[in-house]
Each structure stands twice: as C-alpha cells, then as structure tokens.
C-alpha cells in the first residue's frame, strides 16, 4: 500500500515526465524549446517588443532573453530592428518564418494546462496554487529563479 508521501512523489513524477515528453516533442517537430515557442508567441502578438519587455513579459533574466533572441535569430525566427523614434532601442519582432515555424509545432502542454486551469473555479485555482507553492518550500526550491514556463533543463536550449 501506497503511502501519502509516496502518492505525492508519484504525482510530481508524473509532471516532470509530461513536461519532459512535451519538451522533446517540441524540440523534434520545430527545434525550439518551449521557451523559445512562448517567446514567438508573445512576438506574435505584438508588433514588436524591446529585449526588457520580454524579459518582463516572460519572468526572466534580460541576459536569458538576449541569448534566446540570438538562437531565434540566427535562424531568422525573430530579426532585430533600431526604433524609428530611438535608434538606441532595438525591437524584437517574429519573421515570416517565425510564424510558419510557430504554426507548425505542436500543441504545448503548457497552453492545455493554461487553458483548463483557467476553467477552475477560484477557490480551486487558489487551493491548487497554495499547495504547488507549499511543494515547493518542501523541496526548498521556493527560491530558485523560474518562468512560467513548462520546461526541462536549460531555458535556453531546445531539449533534444
């Protein structure tokens, strides 16, 4: 018989695979991370953001979102452009292939989860949100630096 503990530890295993499973489907049906996919999307949705704007958009590092514009970049995903009011500004924005390139990956585990997380009821959401943030303190991680974002490994790097 299963102890509560050991039910726990199966639960959290079974998100790390899915999110595992996600990221290497990802990586193989476009070659992008799933950071690198929500970085187009907020692209998409914009017509044009500064290398800062993602950074807070996406909950991370500047440094992070420079190293992950050069990837998307040097494939010609995203191209950078001086601001026409300021030429110290550059903005960010998705290419024509970076939109064939988003619209052909698969669906993301993440947008699911968004998506039916979204239909809870508030003091559904609240409890469930408590209890990932009380998980979190168990394992002593409440102070590890993390995106809202599905992901294994390295934000920078496609899984493979």
């Known amino acids: 018989m299963e102890t509560h503990s050991e039910t726990a530890l199966i639960a959290l295993r079974q998100i790390l695979r899915a999110t595992e499973m996600n990221s290497r489907a990802l990586a193989k049906a476009a070659n ?45 995903l995203v191209e950078r452009q001086r601001d026409n009011a300021d030429k110290r500004r550059v903005i960010i924005r998705i290419t024509g292939d970076g939109e064939a390139t988003m619209a052909t990956a698969p669906d993301q585990l993440q947008e699911h989860f968004v998506k039916r997380f979204e239909a809870l009821p508030e003091w559904e959401r609240s409890f469930l949100i408590a209890a990932l943030q009380r998980t979190a303190s168990l394992l002593d991680a409440e102070e590890i630096d993390a995106a809202p974002v599905l992901d294994i490994g390295g934000i920078t790097s496609p899984t493979t």
């Open 32 to 76: 992008l991370s799933p950071s690198q996919l929500i970085l187009l999307q907020v692209l998409s949705r914009s017509d044009g953001m500064t290398p800062g704007a993602i950074a807070k958009r996406l909950s991370i590092s500047q440094a992070t979102v420079t190293a992950m514009i050069d990837k998307l970049s040097g494939r010609g």
